[in-house]
DNA sequence: ACTGTCTCACCAACGGGCGT
DNA sequence: ACGCCCGTTGGTGAGACAGT
């Protein structure tokens, strides 16, 4: 069987040359690698076929190095420092003295109702620790977990299932939204009145759009529909109007105080939307990982 | 004589190559 | 995909050899 190299191509090499520069004797070297002292000859006798070099000659009561086994201590010892320190000992995790940064991907909506529970509980969790919350675009979402450039993902995604893990953090429910001297708007709506009123869609409602769309699209529908990208942007066009905006319900305490604005009960049979964090199975086991996603479950469960 | 190292014969495990 | 063959590796114990 052909080797891969010629030269040191096996730790258990370094660690052989590193016990015996430390020790200067065979059988003490081998006693501190938990081998007999012939197995480590062996050992020995085979780098040095491999290197074409003595490696260690007996002087006096010692093995003394040669001057190649000299050169290459200083990087074989910070060789296996590294893989001491970094490779076989797993990182620690301390949420208390963690300076991380967690990427998590949330949309507006949830930029305004998870990530402020987050922070306030990652202050008493992890005071060090550092939240960026993006909103990573569908198709880029699974790459930026593999690749760790998101640590968790959170929302409606029903597409996002290979190599992913996921875990519900709660259901949405959506309200219709407006002014709150609304003229024709009471306390409750029924469809007849869905169908005719102006509505303003916000983002982060695919599936109720689509809900819409089925019950009151086509000719049944009687008045216009506004796409309005931005969430918050709704609060002055509603209360200026008389459209209504349909939004989640956890929204509602933040439009009434941007805009005299109230709830309104909906039709009912209008999906609830699980939101879920996904992450990748890459990182399931990761402690950092698991940290922020048992902060963010908590954070959006406890009473 | 004692201690440490090397060599020999042998064994088990592993992994690549190959045929099925 | 699986089993077989075979070379390599890494181990053991015993004994030879060398230095103190």
Same mark, same amino acid.
């Given at each position: 069987?052909?080797? /891969?190299?010629?030269?040191?191509?096996?730790?258990?090499?370094? $660690?052989?040359?590193?016990?015996?520069? &430390?020790?200067?004797?065979?059988?003490?070297? =081998?006693? @501190?690698?938990?081998?007999?002292?012939? @197995?480590?000859?062996?050992?020995?006798?085979?780098?040095?076929?491999? !290197?074409?070099?003595?490696?260690?000659?007996?002087?006096?009561?010692?093995?003394?190095?040669?001057?190649?086994?000299?050169?290459?201590?200083?990087? %074989?010892?910070?060789? !296996?420092?590294?893989?001491?320190?970094?490779?076989?000992?797993?990182?620690?995790?301390?949420?208390?003295?963690?300076?991380?940064?967690?990427?998590?991907?949330?949309?507006?909506?949830?930029?305004?109702?998870?990530?402020?529970?987050?922070?306030? +509980?990652?202050?008493?969790?992890?005071?060090?620790?550092?939240?960026? @919350?993006?909103?990573?675009?569908?198709?880029?979402?699974?790459?930026? +977990?593999?690749?760790?450039?998101?640590?968790?993902?959170?929302?409606?995604?029903?597409?996002?299932?290979?190599?992913?893990?996921? &875990?519900?953090?709660?259901?949405?429910?959506?309200?219709?939204?407006?002014?709150?001297?609304?003229?024709? %708007?009471?306390?409750? /709506?029924?469809?007849?009145? /869905?169908?005719? *009123?102006? !509505?303003?869609? #916000?983002?982060?409602?695919?599936? %109720?759009?689509?809900?819409?769309?089925?019950? $009151?699209?086509?000719?049944?529908?009687?008045? *216009?529909?506004?796409?309005?990208?931005? *969430?918050? @942007?709704?609060?002055?066009?509603?209360?200026? #109007?008389?459209?209504?905006?349909?939004?989640?319900?956890?929204?509602?305490?933040?439009?009434?105080? $941007?805009?005299?604005?109230? =709830?309104?009960?909906?039709?009912?049979?209008?999906?609830?939307?699980?939101?879920?964090?996904?992450?990748?199975?890459?990182?399931?086991?990761?402690?950092?990982?698991?940290? %922020?996603? &048992? =902060?963010?479950?908590?954070?959006?469960?406890?009473?």
């Amino acid at each position: 069987m052909k080797t /891969l190299h010629n030269g040191i191509d096996r730790l258990e090499f370094l $660690l052989v040359i590193e016990a015996v520069l &430390q020790h200067r004797t065979i059988t003490r070297a =081998a006693q @501190a690698l938990d081998v007999s002292q012939s @197995a480590l000859s062996h050992t020995l006798a085979r780098l040095r076929t491999r !290197l074409g070099d003595p490696l260690f000659v007996r002087v006096g009561g010692e093995m003394r190095p040669t001057p190649l086994v000299t050169r290459l201590a200083e990087p %074989i010892g910070r060789s !296996l420092r590294i893989i001491r320190d970094e490779v076989l000992s797993p990182p620690s995790f301390d949420p208390a003295t963690t300076t991380r940064v967690f990427n998590v991907c949330v949309g507006e909506v949830g930029a305004f109702i998870i990530v402020p529970r987050v922070l306030r +509980l990652l202050r008493e969790r992890a005071p060090h620790a550092h939240i960026v @919350a993006l909103d990573v675009s569908r198709r880029e979402i699974v790459p930026a +977990l593999e690749e760790g450039r998101l640590d968790v993902a959170i929302g409606y995604y029903p597409e996002l299932k290979t190599s992913l893990y996921q &875990q519900q953090l709660f259901t949405r429910t959506f309200v219709g939204i407006v002014r709150d001297d609304h003229p024709r %708007i009471g306390q409750r /709506l029924t469809l007849r009145q /869905l169908r005719s *009123v102006a !509505l303003v869609r #916000s983002p982060g409602t695919l599936a %109720i759009n689509r809900w819409l769309d089925n019950r $009151l699209g086509g000719a049944d529908r009687e008045a *216009v529909v506004m796409e309005m990208p931005y *969430v918050m @942007a709704l609060a002055p066009i509603l209360a200026e #109007s008389d459209w209504m905006g349909i939004v989640t319900e956890e929204l509602v305490p933040a439009f009434r105080k $941007l805009a005299p604005l109230r =709830a309104v009960e909906l039709p009912a049979g209008l999906p609830r939307i699980p939101v879920r964090q996904h992450w990748h199975r890459r990182y399931k086991d990761d402690a950092a990982n698991r940290f %922020i996603r &048992q =902060a963010i479950y908590d954070a959006l469960n406890e009473a």
